[in-house]
Nanobody
Framework: QVQWVESGGGLVQPGGSLELSCVVSGRTFSDYAMGWFRQNPGQERKLVAALTWNGHTTLYSDSVKGRFTISRDNAKNTGYLQMTNLKPEDTAVYYC?????????????????WGQGTQVTVSS
């Protein structure tokens, strides 16, 4: 059974920073690209950052480009999302997952197993 656990979210003021982490069990993390996603109530889950299995190539949505950095440690089955200069519009629940295919406005995950996510709230 694949299980994702995301952590690191919280309440932060505009302009602040957070680093999110996600750990997967039940899957060989390095077999796939990975992505970070975010979702607000009533909205679809959107891909904000993706990273190839070897960590060499990244993709970012325009809304986070230049502010977020995705990385991974395959030996630890762990992914990271460093978020800086946070804005109120970054408020969402953040998730990670393994990807089989993706582009800026499209993605396919390996399966439909998702973690609980971690809440990020940007507010003064």
């Amino acid at each position: 059974q694949v299980q994702w656990v995301e952590s690191g979210g919280g309440l932060v003021q505009p302009g602040g920073s957070l680093e999110l982490s996600c750990v997967v069990s039940g899957r060989t993390f390095s077999d796939y690209a990975m992505g970070w996603f975010r979702q607000n109530p009533g909205q679809e889950r959107k891909l904000v950052a993706a990273l190839t299995w070897n960590g060499h190539t990244t993709l970012y949505s325009d809304s986070v480009k230049g502010r977020f950095t995705i990385s991974r440690d395959n030996a630890k089955n762990t992914g990271y999302l460093q978020m800086t200069n946070l804005k109120p519009e970054d408020t969402a629940v953040y998730y990670c997952n393994s990807l089989t295919d993706y582009a800026e406005t499209y993605y396919e995950t390996v399966d439909d197993n998702w973690g609980q996510g971690t809440q990020v709230t940007v507010s003064s």
